[in-house]
């Protein structure tokens, strides 16, 4: 494999951030009443503001393919590359805006430039983490020189009032789902995209990021779905009883089964089995806790960083809660893309997050990088991907890491390390 380096990253989060008081003045009120949920939900959740690409109206200002263009275009700018540079483009999401084409395709026509290689990844929280992972083995191998993945997110038309007037003729029924677990999600997700530039060599100027490895793990063999749509039992899928079985659209739309909906009653098996896969990584020798200086853990709500933090404090491998870093709190939950965090003032370090667990700093020095835990609760990423329960986990390390791994290699000549 050959070295990849992260030299850019790039967001887009479209309109000014509404705050817990105005999301039923863009998103409406069902009915015309409020929320009997939506309190409990911000109160559990921790979310202060959030972005959609809706005007005050409820009107849609942007289109999915639209946001995931603009934030490469920024990481682009970023690294002073055009689009014609380009030599693959990867991008996820969990819903485009139509069935097809790819979601990819959408956005390189967007885009413009020139021929190149795409890759459309879907399957919610890992989408842009899948997309990732194309992209670091694209340049890894050899075979392309650059890549951009995209994570991207445009979910508040599918939580518009509108959609929720009438209540689907399965919902809350003995063969149908619950109509908690798509009203719950009204108060979690937002939209916003994020990308970033992968090369096969440092930027000349500034701080690049070398990938060391990328970890993605699906469950889908033994655990059963937890985000969906379109579907009447997600625990039986089999011919006639998904959205294109039905005579119409319509038909299958007055069903309830269009909306998107998180089993939340999963929600607690979730979080245990990203820690466990975090902790598989310890046992490993992918992770060395000791080496972590930035934590940064993709969780959709407050209340299961605190489940995290419990977990990983009784198996003993908890760091520190000063080194973790989540934008969460005054960006949304923005499930798949890889998104930038904040910054500092120019005379001090500047910090970008991706939600899948990179930054960026200049001014500072970070000595390793990981992504911890995964994500714990929603149905991006890239961590526990909710749809097939996937966990995605992306490290970089440093000189000193390398020196490390260097000396364990000569112990490890001079006597064979046990298996754990």
Not at 33 to 58: F, K, M, T, W
Not at 184 to 213: C, H, I, Q, T, Y
């Amino acid at each position: 494999m050959n070295p990849v380096y992260i030299t850019s990253v790039g967001a887009f989060l479209p309109n000014a951030p509404v705050d817990n008081a105005h999301i039923e003045q863009v998103l409406g009120q069902v009915r015309g009443a409020p929320s009997r949920l939506r309190e409990r939900v911000l109160a559990q959740n921790g979310i202060r503001s959030r972005h959609y690409a809706l005007d005050e109206c409820g009107r849609t200002t942007h289109l999915n393919e639209e946001l995931a263009a603009l934030a490469i275009r920024d990481a682009l700018a970023r690294r002073k590359l055009r689009p014609d540079e380009l030599e693959m483009l990867a991008c996820g999401t969990t819903q485009g805006d139509v069935p097809v084409p790819g979601f990819s395709s959408m956005v390189h026509g967007r885009l413009g430039g020139t021929a190149l290689e795409i890759v459309s990844a879907s399957g919610v929280c890992c989408s842009g983490m899948a997309a990732l992972l194309s992209a670091f083995r694209a340049v890894g191998s050899g075979q392309r020189r650059n890549a951009v993945a995209c994570g991207s997110e445009m979910v508040s038309r599918t939580f518009q009032a509108t959609k929720f007037e009438e209540k689907g003729t399965l919902e809350d029924g003995a063969a149908g789902f619950r109509a908690f677990d798509a009203d719950f999600l009204r108060w979690m997700l937002s939209d916003g995209a994020g990308a970033v530039v992968l090369e096969n060599k440092p930027r000349p100027e500034g701080l690049s990021l070398r990938v060391e490895w990328i970890e993605l793990v699906s469950h889908a063999h033994e655990r059963p779905v937890c985000m969906y749509s379109g579907i009447v039992d997600k625990d039986k899928p089999q011919a006639g009883n998904t959205w294109l079985d039905y005579p119409t659209i319509g038909d299958a739309y007055r069903t309830g089964m269009m909306k998107l909906r998180q089993d939340t009653r999963l929600l607690p098996e979730v979080v245990k089995l990203g820690v466990e896969e975090y902790l598989r990584l310890v046992r490993n020798a992918r992770v060395r806790t000791e080496e972590i200086d930035h934590v940064l853990c993709h969780y959709s709500s407050h209340f299961f960083k605190g489940e995290i933090v419990k977990l990983l404090e009784k198996a003993g491998v908890m760091i520190p809660e000063e080194k973790w870093f989540s934008n969460l709190y005054t960006k949304g939950n923005t499930g798949g893309p890889l998104q930038e965090g904040r910054r500092h003032s120019p005379d001090g370090p500047r910090i970008r997050e991706v939600s899948g667990g990179l930054r960026e700093a200049q001014g500072g020095r970070l000595r390793r990088r990981t992504r911890v835990g995964g994500h714990a609760g929603r149905g991006p990423t890239p961590d526990l991907d909710i749809h097939r329960r996937t966990t995605a986990t992306i490290a970089g390390r440093g000189k000193r890491a390398a020196r490390n791994r260097q000396l364990s290699a000569h112990r490890d000549r001079r006597q064979p390390r046990r298996n754990s």
